[in-house]
Structure formats: structure tokens, C-alpha cells
């Protein structure tokens, strides 16, 4: 879901053809497991990371630690970049 942040670093389109915007997080409990970006979603965030193709999305959480799904990139737009 693409929302309107000050903070945000870039856009992307998944295989679905949804956008999402996304930023980097400060999150400790993120970091603490490698996700290095916020995602906004239609509840909120997730947290992830988002690279030139892909974004490794955390899902859940279960007794083994975090859930990720992989999600293919059709557009990955960085705010700045050309």
C-alpha cells in the first residue's frame, strides 16, 4: 500500500501488481534480525528488506523466529535516484 511518509526512501510493485512504499526502520527488534526497511501494508508495517528485485517480508513470527516471504519486484522506484 503506497502512504505518504516524510520518511519514506522509495516505492515498489510487486508481482501482483500492488504498490507499497517503503523506509528505512530504527527498530531494534527489525535490526536485531536483519530487516533493514518498513513496508506499509493495509494494517500498518512490516518489516524487511527491500532489494533491486525482490523484498524478503516478514510475515510472522513463530517459536523459530520470524516468518519471510519473497516477493518479485516489477518496479522498484528509488526516491533520488535516476
Given amino acids: 500500500m503506497?502512504?505518504?511518509?516524510?520518511?519514506?526512501?522509495?516505492?515498489?510493485?510487486?508481482?501482483?501488481?500492488?504498490?507499497?512504499?517503503y523506509r528505512k526502520t530504527s527498530d531494534q527488534w527489525a535490526l536485531s534480525h536483519n530487516f533493514t526497511?518498513?513496508?506499509?501494508?493495509?494494517?500498518g508495517i512490516r518489516f524487511g528488506v527491500v532489494k533491486k528485485s525482490v523484498a524478503l517480508i516478514c510475515v510472522n513470527?513463530?517459536?523459530?523466529?520470524?516468518?519471510?516471504?519473497?516477493?518479485k519486484l516489477k518496479l522498484n522506484l528509488v526516491y533520488g535516484e535516476n
Avoid at 37 to 43: M, Q
Fill in 2 to 21: 503506497f502512504m505518504t511518509h516524510a520518511n519514506n526512501m522509495g516505492e515498489f510493485k510487486n508481482e501482483n501488481n500492488k504498490f507499497y512504499s
Fill in 37 to 43: 526497511h518498513e513496508i506499509d501494508v493495509l494494517d
Fill in 61 to 71: 513470527e513463530d517459536e523459530n523466529g520470524p516468518i519471510v516471504e519473497k516477493w
